[in-house]
């Protein structure tokens, strides 16, 4: 798109000399207006990535992206062959729900939209969404970089989690943060290790197991009853870690509207199983897709959270249960061998 403006030359006596012709090309015009504005939206998006992870836990965040980079290739292989749907699905929601809670906003937002892309896709040819992975592919990248570049000034803070009681205030900050969202009242997070010596992997381990529980509790517990015009507590979290002879327990216990049964049957009855006793309807709770949900969000409500759970305390050599509280609320309770629990110097 070409346009022209012109004007009227004059000499010193004031008469006309000539005219000056003014030709501009607005295509390309627009074309650097648009480059431009990309640029600054990426020098934006740099400056709110580099302000979250000084904001953050720089261990977790080292962590997390560590292992996101590790697994990368073969989590692009599993979603282009569709090859271990399930597990790549529950890989994903963990990062996500480990990214929220350490304050990296962005990197959830991009991992929940390439999440979003792939729960109705049953073969490779059916997922043409390949810019949701692009882009996380670029957020992964660039929070990388942004680590490496302010991790010899930070150094000191890099000590990894001895106990439970150190990832308390990730859990607080979580449930504080997802209750103001919907003006929804807390009494806060409890936590208890009555286990002396833990192993610092197997420890960073059920810590992610526990980021899906307590997302799960609070949309559960609370947010989704509010929604739903039902009264819901002031939320109370209780974590505790419990050493046995031969065996670690880990508890959560959250005073929340409890299981919905009559969801969960009405779930059953969709998926053929009309008579399912209660063993069966908690079965069924851990199976992937399964959600009493009726949408989901950026937290829950694809029927992937309880299954990571099972999942990782399986690959643990662990068993999980989930029961409603005689008291009211939800229980969870995590078994796992305790054979490697201390450290070996």
């Known amino acids: 798109m070409l346009n022209h403006n012109w004007q009227v030359l004059l000499d010193r006596n004031q008469s006309i000399n000539g005219f000056l012709l003014a030709i501009r090309d607005h295509t390309e015009l627009r ?3 648009k480059k431009i504005l990309e ?6 998006q740099h400056r709110m990535k580099l302000e979250e992870i000084l904001a953050g836990r720089l261990p977790l965040i080292c962590k ?4 996101m980079q590790v697994h990368w290739a073969e989590l692009d292989n599993q979603l282009q062959e569709m090859q271990d749907h399930g597990q790549a699905l529950r890989r994903l929601h963990t990062w996500k729900g480990v990214s929220r809670s350490l304050g990296l906003k962005i990197l959830s937002l991009g991992i929940h939209e390439l999440e979003s892309s792939l729960m109705a896709v049953k073969s490779p040819s ?3 969404n390949q810019e949701a992975w692009h882009a996380l592919s670029i957020n992964l990248q660039d929070y990388a970089s942004l680590l490496s570049t302010i991790m010899g000034t930070h150094r000191p803070l890099l000590q990894q989690a001895t ?3 150190a990832y308390a205030p990730i859990y607080a900050k979580e449930l504080r943060e997802r209750l103001q969202e919907h003006k929804l009242t807390e009494k806060g997070v409890f936590v208890l290790d ?3 010596h833990w192993n610092i992997g197997l420890l960073s381990q059920i810590h992610e197991i526990l980021l899906h529980a307590v997302s799960n509790a609070i949309d559960h517990g609370f947010v989704r009853p509010h929604a739903q015009g039902k009264h819901v507590n002031p939320a109370l979290l209780q974590i505790e870690a419990e050493q046995h002879e031969t065996s670690i327990e880990i508890t959560m216990q959250d005073n929340g509207a409890g299981i919905d049964w009559a969801r969960l049957q009405a779930r059953a009855a969709e998926l053929g199983q009309s008579q399912a006793s209660p063993a069966m309807l908690k079965e069924l709770m851990f199976q992937d897709g399964v959600s009493t949900a009726d949408s989901a969000t950026l937290s829950s409500g694809r029927g992937i959270g ?4 099972r999942s990782f305390s399986q690959s ?9 509280h005689p008291a009211g609320g939800t229980i969870l309770r995590i078994i796992l061998p305790s054979a490697d629990t201390k450290d070996h110097f």
């Open 194 to 196: 009555n286990v002396p």
């Open 64 to 67: 997390l992206l560590e292992e």
């Open 163 to 165: 106990d439970f009681y």
């Open 126 to 128: 059916a997922w043409t």
């Open 306 to 309: 309880l299954s990571a759970i």
């Open 31 to 33: 074309a650097m207006e």
């Open 316 to 324: 643990l050599g662990g068993q999980v249960s989930i029961d409603s």
């Open 39 to 44: 640029e600054s939206q990426k020098l934006t």
